[in-house]
Structures are given as C-alpha cells and as structure tokens.
C-alpha cells in the first residue's frame, strides 16, 4: 500500500558528495520513523542514519560528521545528504519507513565512490 521511490545514487570520486532521496506514496497515513540502511556487496544491511516525525536524528559512527538526514513531512519525503565520501561508503542504500501500516522498505540505490 505505501511505496517508496528512491534516487540520486551513482558513481562518484572520493570527497564527493551525492544526495539520495525516499519518496513515500500511496495510502500513506502517518510515518513516524524514516530511516537510511546501507548494505555493502557481501555485507549485511546497517543502518546509517534516522529521523523521527519531530526530527529526531541518530548516526551510525562511521558516517557522523559527514552525512546528514531530513525529511519534509508534507512531501512524505526524506533525503540523506552524503559529503566527503569513501570508498568505504560503496554500498546500496535503502530507505526503510515505519508508518500506521506498517514497516516499508524502498529498493535500493547503488552508491560507488571510486575514482
């Protein structure tokens, strides 16, 4: 019943920056949790950042400092802002929403930091 749409990874050098975004539709009632999980090719999914409806946030340690996550509740959508990137951060990220519905998760977007 809710989707969620996701954009803005690619391929991008090291100490560049890429801004991803979640967009949630369809019957989507409330959402209080909006989170950003990243999964490493052979690696199991982490979670890399989230924000509450109040926009509350928390980091993972290896990100804090340089990415940054928020969210426009009118638009139901929450963006994660990825600076100085490494390497380390390769990986395909996906957003995960928890609503009145339930648990979502979107599809996945390839980010490779590789000069």
């Known amino acids: 019943q809710v989707h969620l749409v996701e954009s803005g990874g690619g391929l991008v050098q090291p100490g560049g920056s890429l801004r991803l975004s979640c967009a949630a539709s369809?019957?989507?009632?409330?959402?209080?949790?909006m989170c950003w999980y990243r999964q490493p090719p052979g690696k199991q999914r982490e979670l890399v950042a989230s924000i509450t409806r109040g926009g509350s946030t928390n980091y993972a340690d290896s990100v804090k400092g340089r990415f940054t996550i928020s969210r426009d509740n009118a638009k139901n959508t929450v963006y994660l802002q990825m600076n100085s990137l490494k390497p380390e951060d390769t990986a395909v990220y996906y957003c995960k929403v928890d609503h009145g519905l339930g648990i979502t998760w979107g599809q996945g977007t390839q980010v490779t930091v590789s000069s």
């Open positions: 369809g019957r989507v009632s409330s959402i209080y949790i």
